[in-house]
């Protein structure tokens, strides 16, 4: 449709010109009203020129991508299966990271692998202007796939414990890398839409929330072309294909992971005098811990403190020297992050001391920061996705108390946006209805996507991003 116009404005132009030189060889009637028609044809071209580079351009756009799209969603389709097939944990995404630097250099981006461990980032630089990131995580979850689907994952690994476990892609970060292979294969094939630098990174270890900490500390910000913009798609598992969800200000949680030792001192059941039992004090440092967001954090500030897991003893009739308890520890605010911390440590060191029984040992790690999406970008950039996708499939979503690792990029304040993508089929979802089921949720073993239209949206609303985005300037 756009080149169509286009076509049709040079045609109405050179007959403009013949029309303008009748003024010095017909009559004045004659003359005016082809001056009237050169009137018509300098606003035919001015428009175009607004159509071109004003808002109205994404009203063109929601035609031009499609053919081309269409084109390219069975290969893409396919890339993503493979992906889904070889899925490799936090830290070991070696293969994974070969074939995303392979797809980019293919795409003639200029490369670096082993960023921040199996991190890679990709260059184009087509003319000045701004400098866009878009950011897909690599790493998949030990977790044994029973979907069914005849691409399912068959790959099987040894854990740290020596135990055989099953590897998926439970979270959908084959679709997010997928998702910006066919952006960035857009954009380089159509360089004439846009003008700046766009930077593809493909990130590891994001399930264990320090991918995006180690590519940081490894040079993302300084080596390579500082963003201007950072983008980032995440499926979601409850919400229909074609439909991509946003939300300004907090989105995801700040997540730490807090391992607790309680000690005692052990001995034989029947003699528990003799001892200090370890699963007792765990029993209440649990019952405690349940009383810091209920009764320190205001009741407007999101915190969730659960114990995960709880380990103590060997047999019956045994009291153990240990008990070992997990905790994962949500909130948004720094304050409050800092505020549940300090109230873990005080009730765990209050519980011991109640017992008589030696200080615990407590560890926080893995801490990724809230994220934070910049208002006044999400504010740009919805109005394009509705016009691009329409506005019953644009909509505004909840806070999330999980955790994305993306946020670091925002602390180091460059502005972010993470997209929710609708993944399942409204026929799925119409079908979990009936059942009185729940869809399976992101982390299970029978999540999966509808491949096709999730990356037929997932792509179209990163290129549409991109072109508001890296817009040439007018000349």
Not at 172 to 183: K, L, Q, S
Not at 197 to 213: C, H, M, N, S, Y
Not at 290 to 298: F, L, P
Not at 399 to 404: A, C, N, Q, T
Request: overall charge negative; proline content about 7%.
């Amino acid at each position: 449709m756009y080149s169509e116009n286009l076509a049709g404005c040079s045609y109405l132009s050179k007959s403009g010109t013949n029309y303008f030189s009748a003024f010095f060889f017909s009559g004045w009637v004659r003359a005016v009203a082809r001056m009237a028609w050169v009137g018509v044809i300098v606003l035919l071209v001015a428009g175009s020129e607004i159509l071109t580079h004003g808002g109205l351009a994404a009203e063109i756009s929601k035609e031009w991508p499609k053919e081309w799209m269409e084109n390219q969603l069975p290969q893409l389709t396919q890339l993503y299966k493979s992906l889904h097939q070889a899925p490799e944990l936090s830290y070991e995404e070696d293969q994974t990271s070969g074939r995303m630097a392979e797809q980019m250099q293919e795409l003639g981006l200029r490369v670096t692998t082993e960023v921040g461990g199996h991190g890679v980032v990709a260059v184009l630089k087509n003319g000045a202007g701004p400098t866009l990131l878009l950011r897909a995580d690599m790493d998949a979850l030990p977790v044994a796939e029973d979907t069914g689907l005849d691409y399912a994952s068959q790959v099987k690994v040894r854990n740290p414990r020596g135990a055989t476990v099953g590897v998926m892609h439970a979270c959908g970060h084959d679709v997010h890398m997928t998702n910006v292979v066919g952006a960035v294969s857009y954009l380089a094939s159509h360089r004439s839409q846009w003008q700046g630098t766009l930077v593809a990174i493909f990130q590891p270890a994001e399930e264990r929330g320090a991918g995006a900490k180690a590519m940081i500390a490894d040079g993302l910000l300084v080596r390579f072309p500082r963003p201007d913009f950072a983008l980032a798609l995440h499926v979601a598992a409850d919400t229909p294909v074609g439909h991509v969800g946003y939300r300004a200000g907090y989105a995801q949680a700040n997540v730490d992971s807090v391992d607790i030792t309680v000690r005692g001192r052990g001995g034989h059941g029947a003699y528990p005098q003799a001892t200090v039992d370890p699963v007792v004090v765990a029993a209440q440092l649990v019952v405690d811990l349940q009383s810091i967001v209920s009764r320190e954090i205001a009741p407007i500030d999101p915190a969730v403190i659960t114990v995960g897991s709880i380990h103590g003893g060997t047999k019956h009739n045994i009291i153990g020297d240990t008990c070992e308890l997990q905790l994962t520890v949500r909130s948004y605010s720094p304050k409050v992050r800092k505020h549940l911390i300090a109230a873990i440590r005080r009730k765990a060191q209050a519980a011991a001391a109640s017992a008589d029984a030696p200080p615990p040992e407590i560890l926080v790690s893995e801490g990724t920061p809230a994220l934070y999406n910049d208002p006044d970008l999400v504010a740009r950039l919805v109005p394009v996705l509705v016009q691009v996708l329409g506005d019953e499939n644009v909509a505004e979503v909840e806070p999330s108390m999980g955790g994305e690792d993306f946020g670091r990029i925002g602390e180091e304040g460059v502005p972010i946006v993470m997209f929710k993508l609708g993944a399942i089929s409204a026929a799925r979802l119409e079908a979990f209805q009936r059942a009185g089921t729940d869809p399976p949720s992101l982390h299970s073993p029978k999540f999966y996507p509808d491949p096709a239209p999730t990356l037929r949206t997932g792509i179209t609303t990163l290129v549409a991003a991109a072109l508001e985005l890296l817009r040439p300037a007018d000349p």
